[in-house]
Every structure is written in C-alpha cells, then in structure tokens.
C-alpha cells in the first residue's frame, strides 16, 4: 500500500487525484490532504478517503473544520506551518497541487522529505527552478510532472537515450482567440476568455491559455524538467489537444504521447507510477477525430509567449518576476481593472523595471515575487477601461 498526501485536495487537480485514490482503497493509504479556506469540500474528502490528518491554510477556518470532522477520528489542523508539517509527513507520494506562490514552501518540504512529488504547482519550477531541483537532489526525491504536457513527454522520453533528444516540443491548443485579430482581442472580455475549447480549467489557467503564457510558463518547467538546453524547447499550436507534446531524437525520430484532454490522466500516470493503473476517462477515437492539425505561434498577437522565452533564456530572477506580473495582470483583467491586451504590456513593464540578482534561496524567491507583483500593481493603476 502506498501513502499519499494531497496538498490542493479541494481544487480540480486534487479532486481528480482523489477520484482515482477512491477506485483502488486497497492500494492507497491518505496521510494528509490540505485546502485554504474550503473547510466543507475538505472535511467531506478527508472523510471519504479516510485521511488522517486533514489542514485547513487559513487558522480562522480551524474550529469550523473540527466540527466538521467531529466524530471521525481525523486530526485537524491549521495555518500555513501546518500545511509544511503535512507535506513533511513522509508521504511515499505527494500530489503538489496548492496554486501559486502559496505552494512553493510546502513543496519544499515535500522534497526534503526524499519522497516522490507529483508537480501541480507551475510557480515551483517558474519562480524556484534551481532551488526546487535542487532540494531534489540532495534529499533524493522523485519529480514526476502531472501537467499534462509535461507528463507527455516523460511518458515519450528514453532514459538511455537522454542526451540523445534533438528539440521537445510541448502542443498549446492556442485557446479560444487563436484566429482573432490584434483589434479584435482588444476587446477581449473575462467570460470569453475563461471559455477554453478543449479543457475545463480555473479562471486564471484558462486566461493563461488564451494569452499563451502558460505554454510560456511550461517551457520553463520544461527547462527544469528535461536534459535539454533552453533553445532545445519549442511549441506548437496544435488546436484539437489530442498530442499533448512530442520528444524529436538526433535520429529524426519524433515520439508522441495521446490522449483525451481529462487531467485523470497524467495524475493516474504519475499515481501509478513505474506502473499504470486503469482510469474511468474517455479512450481515443482517431477515426471520429479524422485529422490533426498544426500550425507555428503566433508571436505578434500572443506576445506573452515571446515574453516567456525571453526569461528563460535570460535566467535568474527573470522567469519569477515574470510569474508574479503576470499573476497580477491576470487578476486585474479578471476583475475589470485592465484589458486583455494590457495583461502582456503589465507583464513587460515589470521585466523592465526590474531586475534583482538571481535567487539562491526559497526566501529571496518569495522577496523577489513580493517586489514584481507590488511593481505590477503600480501598472495595472495606469490602465484605462
């Protein structure tokens, strides 16, 4: 039996992980799963998996979730130390699946446990690559990528082979406004943004997707991911999501990993890991599909993405000073405070305002996102609506 933790058990990528925990009780045991303030959503988890120790991020919310556990013998707990000590719990795998910069400390403290960590988190690696791979390394622990673009090309990568990979190239759908214009975006509304074609995601994930900088974001994941150098990295627009990304060796060789677009997945990829388990999601059919199709990104109408590339090939602090602008931006567009357009104009304000020696440690990470996101916010006041 293997024990698990899910830190971000209450988001879409945590219920998914419990879904697939729920169909083999015999092969899983829960140690902790973690939420932020969904006391209701986690006390129901913690208690269908029979968990024992459920944490709630936000101290307030404590006694609400202890009442809601009354009776089921799970220990409760609260406030973000508590959500460190449960990812330090020794868990043999840990599903890393806190958004944003919340969830950098917790998966530090996975990995220093040694064990195997399922990567949800995308600001782990954009904003603390070198400290995160890292702390990997010295404690011994596994990092096994459970987006699914990541996922595909673990799945598509031959360990004896490794220095054998010419180019990875990770597949964006190019979201809902792929064929509009520039004047056409610049009125580019919050609930047409969130409508992503393919996949069923968050707000801010699915606004990514439409500014094309989470295919930005992943590239730099990808970076710390794979032996590969950064020009190595490439992306194409592939719109039905059926390739999630493609491995190219020096040979000519270009393997492929398919799919439905269910983050079931990756997630039972990783979960089952060096095996495979069955999972309840839709199988392939290539003949209703009928064609794929491909084309390159557009760079001049999705900027974000040539924003991206820029911070990975410049390194140090550049790639978390983009994560934290953007993440600034994103919310102000959600929130009527900015255009669709500005979110990449916010992005690039700060980069050139801003430019701090590389982070050695978690704590200067956390300072240098601090600083951007205060700096985005000075934009963002700028915008007119």
């Not at 058990?9 to 799963?33: I, Y």
């Not at 969904?38 to 936000?58: E, I, Q, S, T």
Request: charged residues 20%; hydrophobic residues 50%.
């Amino acid at each position: 039996m293997r024990t698990v933790t899910v830190l971000g058990a209450t988001g879409s990528v945590g219920g998914s992980t419990l879904d697939l925990v729920a169909r083999q009780p015999e092969a899983f045991e829960v140690m902790a799963l973690t939420a932020h303030r969904d006391v209701a959503g986690l006390a129901k988890a913690a208690r269908a998996v029979r968990a024992r120790r459920a944490v709630v991020a936000d101290d307030s919310c404590l006694a609400d979730l202890r009442a809601a556990l009354s009776g089921s013998g799970i220990e409760a707990a609260a406030g973000p130390d508590a959500v460190c000590e449960a990812a330090a719990m020794g868990a043999d795998w840990t599903m890393a699946a806190i958004v944003g910069t919340a969830g950098l400390k917790p998966v530090l403290a996975a990995l220093e446990g040694g064990g195997t960590i399922a990567l949800a988190n995308k600001e782990a690696l954009v904003s603390a690559g070198a400290v995160m791979t890292g702390a990997a390394a010295r404690h011994g622990a596994t990092l096994l990528p459970v987006d699914s673009e990541h996922n595909a090309i673990f799945q598509c990568l031959e360990p004896d082979n490794s220095d054998r990979i010419a180019r990875i190239v990770l597949t964006a759908s190019g979201g809902p406004f792929r064929e509009r214009s520039l004047d056409e975006m610049r009125a580019i509304t919050p609930q047409q943004a969130v409508a992503h074609p393919n996949w069923s995601m968050g707000a801010k994930i699915s606004v990514d997707s439409a500014t094309m900088m989470n295919k930005g974001l992943e590239l730099i994941e990808a970076f710390h991911l794979f032996p590969v150098h950064a020009e190595q990295l490439d992306v194409i627009v592939h719109r039905q999501s059926v390739i999630h990304s493609l491995v190219e060796y020096v040979d000519g060789s270009m393997l492929a990993q398919l799919g439905a677009p269910d983050m079931r997945i990756p997630i039972s990829h990783a979960l089952a890991w060096p095996r495979r388990m069955a999972t309840p999601c839709e199988r392939l059919d290539l003949a209703a599909i009928g064609r794929l199709d491909f084309e390159a990104p557009d760079m001049v109408r999705f900027p974000c993405l040539r924003l991206a590339r820029e911070a990975l090939a410049a390194g140090g602090a550049r790639p978390a000073i983009l994560n934290a602008a953007n993440e600034v931006a994103v919310a102000a567009f959600l929130a009527g405070r900015a255009a669709f357009l500005e979110i990449a104009a916010i992005v690039a304000d700060t980069l050139d305002r801003y430019d701090p020696a590389a982070p050695a440690t978690l704590d200067q990470v956390l300072a240098i996102d601090a600083d951007a996101r205060r700096i985005a916010g000075e934009r963002v006041k700028d915008c007119v609506i």
